[in-house]
């Protein structure tokens, strides 16, 4: 166990699998006392490459180079769920970084935090929202706690790496602390609550880029198909006749009112409850610090932050969340609808209605020479699926926070973010590796439209719909087209 986690500590550049050990069992020969009232090593005493570190449960050993502490180590301990670490959410340990920076600032300038660690501080921070350092936050997304896990783990790994810039030992919490300094006049009920708003809102652009992109692709598709007559259909029969570039068409302007959408809903996370500490008391911040704050924030983000109208509301109150996953939802709803329907468009090649023509893009089968599967729409239904059920999580966790704080905000954002993140790698997929290449079987087209009983509701205009009825069902009965019933009938 020792050699395994000197080896994972000591390779550069690649992530920490300190998190691996997932048990109690496994975690126990580093760990020392804890208890407060226990300094006796339970195990054996640690050698050279590991370090102690000391809170009020006790002691924990640590690996010497690890930029995390004691808070975030007995958190990996606890919370064995998911291998799914916040390292892999870099927008949240960004927007933490971000929000610690402009605290930092705050700070310093009340004289709450000395001068002299301003700048380690502000370049750890920056360090951090660049995207470094990502293989310490090494906390799993599931945790109890209503993220203080996570807030931990940043607090820690700013404070570490402050000292490294200062030129001091890791753990040397009297210089740098990352209570003490770094979560100087926050909580995690407002630091963490901000922190996730502000990675959903940076995330959220993303997703809309994507999907305006996907309407231009279907756009341009619709211009190309304008002129390719074909059948419409309603529950899954004949209707009346439409053109190819009209049915893609409407997907791109339904796929375009989520745009507008997108771009509207996500600005209720730009207002955050920054100042308002525990439950929206403002306990522990000064009245200069609160004050300041969320505008410090702002100009970080150079985003129009706003503070929260009522801080103890904002402490508990998850609808923006709600509301902006029944968005995605909605978003998924769609795409599923459109996949459908080009996995039914595009069914045969000989056997089914074959009027789309999707990219090849795999083989079909390991037993059927041949067939080629709708691989890419399929695998979009999928992803449309999955934000269903994260919909429905979302739902259960928002209702059951109680009083003034939602302890299930883990699982709040880290939903959020996968039905967001899930969306927008989906569509781009989608978009090009389907949209881009997609063809219309002019001929099948035709032919489909000339053989269904379409043109009878554009001729009952001109003929009684009882006349118009009884020359479909003469076309029907004698496999004519519908011109060629309509002169038998004519003639006779």
Known sequence: MLQLLKKQVSTAGKPLAYHRFRS???????????????????????????????????????????????????????FPISGRLIGEFPELIAALARIKKAACKINVQEALIPTHLLDPIVQACDEIAGGQFAEWFVVDIYQGGAGTSTNMNVNEVIANRS???????????????????????????????????????????????ALDSLVISLSRKARQFANVEKLGRTQ?????????????????????????????????????????????SGVGATTAYREKIVGAVAEEFD?????????YEASWD????????????????????????FRLLSSGP?????????????????????????????????????????????????EAGQLQLNAFEPLIFSSTYEAASLLCS?????????????????????????????????AAVNLSYGRAAEIARHALASGQTWEEALRDLSED
């Open 24 to 78: 109690v069992q496994q975690l126990k020969p580093l760990q020392v006392s804890r208890y407060a009232d226990e300094r006796r090593v339970i195990e054996r005493t640690p050698p050279p490459e590991f370090r102690i570190e000391r809170d009020s449960l006790g002691e924990f050993a640590l690996p010497a180079h690890a930029l995390f502490g004691i808070h975030t180590a007995r958190a990996v301990e606890n």
């Open 163 to 209: 000292l490294q810039l200062l030129g001091k030992q890791l753990g040397d919490y009297e210089a740098v602390d990352p209570i003490g300094h770094i979560n100087r006049c926050q909580s995690t009920n407002d630091c963490y609550a901000s922190a996730v708003r502000l990675a959903l809102f940076v995330l959220n652009t993303k997703l809309v880029g």
């Open 236 to 280: 899954l029969q004949d209707a009346v006749p439409m053109t190819a570039g009209a049915e893609i068409g409407a997907c791109a302007s339904s796929l375009r009112e989520d745009v507008r959408r997108l771009n509207e809903l996500p600005g209720m996370f730009l207002e955050i409850n920054m100042g308002g500490t525990a439950i929206g």
């Open 303 to 311: 985003l129009p932050i706003s503070p929260a109208h009522d801080p």
């Open 318 to 341: 998850v609808g923006a969340f709600v509301l902006y996953s029944g968005m995605l939802k909605r978003l998924a709803v769609k795409l599923s609808k459109i996949a459908n329907d």
């Open 350 to 398: 000989r056997g089914g209605l074959g009027e789309l023509v999707l990219p090849e893009r795999q083989a079909g089968s390991s037993l059927m020479p041949g067939k080629v599967n709708p691989v890419v729409p399929e695998a979009l239904n999928q992803v449309a699926f999955r934000v269903f059920g994260l919909d429905t999580s979302i739902t259960f966790a928002a």
């Open 426 to 458: 989906a569509i781009r997929m989608f978009e090009t590796k389907c949209v881009e290449g997609l063809s219309v079987d002019q001929d099948i087209c035709l032919a489909k439209l000339e053989l269904s009983t379409a043109r009878a509701t554009e």
